[in-house]
């Protein structure tokens, strides 16, 4: 099966923090996607990357960038994070043309 | 950013009951798919659907990819306390970049 590991399950950070969330798959997948969920809002995707190095704006990137350096991995980075990116993160995975894994998430709170 | 109209947004239904579900959209997908989410969890695939007309059974579920390519429903029969969770409907298009098109969910409650 496949695996998509998302680095930590919760984390706190303060106001203006630089953060990374860091996202490991195993199964050489292409495509690679972060979302935020948030109650009532459903999953929205921030940032997705179908290859090395590439990079693409979801529907709400401000405040977030991402590197994909090598194939397995996607970070997220939260330039300067606020209390309004407090959010569950979750990282997916897929090869184009079928559905996603989904990583476990990671919760963060920034006070 | 497009989404895909998922009712109902919430049920609260005894232990043993039925649940139906569905997805609409006003575009053509090609493959339909459905997800559940237990609390603090990420979304795990249920059932894959990718041909219209396609009904397909895991376990106690059941959904189906509509014959217009626009619509999907998922059933769950003779429902448990471990049912619940949010349930996403996804749809994929024809673009090349494997973006899946997201429900806003229906999140399942259980009374034993």
């Known amino acids: 099966d496949v695996k998509v590991t998302q680095s930590s399950r919760y984390l706190v950070k303060r106001t203006g923090e630089k953060v990374f969330l860091e996202c490991v798959q195993d199964?050489?997948?292409?495509?690679m996607f972060w979302y935020r969920q948030d109650p009532g809002l459903g999953l929205r995707l921030i940032y997705f990357?179908?290859?090395?190095?590439?990079?693409e704006k979801g529907d709400i990137p401000e405040g977030y960038s991402v590197s994909r350096e090598k194939k397995e991995r996607f970070s997220l980075i939260l330039e300067s994070a606020s209390t309004n990116q407090t959010s569950m993160y979750l990282c997916?995975?897929?090869?184009?043309?079928?559905?996603?894994?989904f990583g476990s998430g990671t919760r963060l709170t920034v006070v | 950013g497009q989404q895909l109209n998922q009712s109902p947004q919430s049920m609260f239904i005894q232990e043993g009951e039925d649940v139906s579900m569905n997805c609409t959209s006003s575009?053509?997908?090609?493959?339909w798919l459905w997800y559940k989410q237990d609390p603090g969890e990420g979304p795990v695939l249920l059932i894959a659907?990718?041909?219209?007309?396609e009904l397909t059974s895991n376990g106690r579920l059941t959904a189906q990819f509509g014959i217009t390519r626009k619509d999907s429903f998922l059933n769950i029969s003779a429902s448990i306390p471990s049912d619940v969770g949010i349930y996403f409907c996804?749809?994929?298009?024809?673009?090349?970049?494997?973006?899946?098109?997201f429900g806003q969910g229906t999140t399942l409650q259980v009374k034993p």
């Open positions: 997916a995975s897929s090869f184009a043309g079928f559905g996603y894994t």
């Open positions: 199964m050489d997948h292409e495509n």
């Open positions: 990357s179908y290859d090395v190095k590439m990079k």
């Open positions: 575009s053509i997908f090609n493959t």
């Open positions: 659907l990718y041909k219209a007309g």
């Open positions: 996804a749809g994929l298009g024809s673009s090349n970049t494997g973006k899946l098109i």
